[in-house]
């Protein structure tokens, strides 16, 4: 390997025995990035990585880009924000006002209109500019009357979450109003599909792609607001649960059929991720015995699946891309690895994987620059890209991976 080969400015690093070292502490890096996106100019009131998904290092929309990912984009950020101001133990109001924004957009801005199967429930996709988004905003790969309910999943967790922060009622209500939403309109799964499709047209309830891999987040949605007093989940919970251990974990061991499709801008059936088994995995771990007895055997199952599938070696560390289609390492994905390997490391006492783990998000970190302006993936020659990758489906991941191994947030430098 060349020691000499730089990245986003930083020299790579590593020590006597291979393993790539971090360009500076997670800390100081986290928090220069942090600052930065505190710099982020507003439009319409949010921040405007709140409303694009695609911004160069100056905060400049590639306007060649209308297309945008606000479920999956602020959802996650809302997780990453809320994780990061906790884990500076509550003292900077910014990173919680910004959380709010994010709310808000989701709330007021990216819903689908009062009517048909899906009313009124947060948009997968849309069009940057649209203040609010038009009924038929559908981008990417969604076709325009389409939503993808998994993501309504992930903003429906998220506002819970963001509820319990700041005791405002009306991030709780849409929360509540997808899980409803997506109650009613929940299958009973099988062997072959999940029980929501992965795309959805909100109108007619036509469906589009019979495997959604995501089903973690609106499992995790209905946790939340059972656990608020709303029992009216426990048996959409429990049905859900059902069918991630009978059908979906063990399909791991069989090529992963039901891992298939997570990213909004694909939409071959049978595209796998490895987006959807960690984050399964994380779950797991987060609760082991109180959710599934067999919780070692059956993380250990999808972490295996995963790293046959969609690990490979860049400068020597064995990183994660996202999915059958796409073998790049990007932000979101490969710290989503290193933090999910990370806490398997942590609950079965592994300093191997703690070490991948650890060199794994090294890497990553890598892709933020003196400034604290990250890029999406190592490759892109210049800071910014999609927001998701760049930025807010990143921070929680490294928030996770200190809960588990905090030593490594302030050792530049250190052993990886």
């Known amino acids: 390997m060349n020691s000499a080969t730089s990245i986003a400015g930083h020299v790579l690093r590593f020590d006597e025995s291979g393993r790539l070292l971090p360009w500076t502490s997670w800390s100081a890096a986290l928090d220069r990035e942090m600052n930065f996106y505190q710099q982020c100019p507003y439009d319409h009131g949010y921040p405007r990585f709140v409303c ?9 929309p590639n306007v060649e880009r209308t297309d945008i990912i606000p479920a999956t984009q602020n959802g996650m950020a809302i997780v990453s924000y809320l994780k990061f101001y906790g884990m500076r133990g509550e003292r900077e109001p910014a990173w919680l006002a910004t959380a709010r924004c994010m709310g808000d957009y989701l709330l007021k801005e990216v ?6 199967h899906y009313p009124a429930f947060t948009r997968s996709t849309g069009r940057r500019a649209q203040f609010p988004q038009t009924a038929d905003c559908g981008s990417q790969s969604d076709k325009p009357y389409e939503i993808e309910p998994d993501k309504g999943g992930i903003a429906g967790f998220a506002l819970t979450l963001l509820f319990e922060a700041t005791g405002n009622s009306k991030y709780l209500a849409q929360a509540l109003h997808n899980a409803r939403v997506l109650a009613a309109n929940q299958g009973a799964g099988d062997a072959v599909r999940s029980p929501w499709p992965f795309r959805v047209d909100f109108r007619t309830g036509e469906e589009r792609g019979p495997v959604s891999g995501n089903m973690t987040y609106i499992l995790r949605l209905f946790d939340l607001l059972i656990t608020h007093g709303y029992a009216e989940f426990a048996q959409p919970r429990e049905l859900l649960w059902q069918w991630i251990k009978m059908h979906q974990i063990p399909s791991a061991a069989a090529g992963g ?10 939409d071959t059936p049978t595209n796998r991720t490895s987006w959807a088994p960690l984050n399964l995995a994380r779950y797991l771990l987060e609760k082991q015995d109180a959710i599934d007895p067999q919780w070692r055997a059956d993380c250990s199952l999808l972490i295996d699946f995963v790293r046959s599938n969609f690990t490979h070696r860049e400068f020597g560390v064995a990183v994660c891309h996202e999915q059958d289609e796409d073998k790049q390492a990007w932000g979101g994905a490969n710290s989503t690895y290193g933090a999910v390997l990370a806490l398997y490391a942590k609950a079965t006492q592994s300093s191997a994987l703690a070490s991948e783990a650890r060199q794994a998000l090294n890497y990553t970190l ?27 489906d990143v921070v929680h991941n490294y ?3 200190l809960g588990a191994f905090p030593e490594w947030g302030d050792a530049a430098g250190a052993r990886g």
């Open 52 to 60: 694009e998904t695609f911004l160069d290092a100056s905060w400049t």
């Open 111 to 116: 819903r689908t209109p009062d009517s048909g």
């Open 257 to 266: 059929a039901l891992f298939a499709q997570f990213f909004e801008d694909h």
């Open 366 to 392: 890598y892709s933020i620059d003196e400034r604290g302006r990250p890029r999406d993936v190592l490759q892109n020659p210049q800071p910014g890209g999609w927001q998701e990758d760049a930025h807010t």
């Open 399 to 401: 928030a996770d991976a």
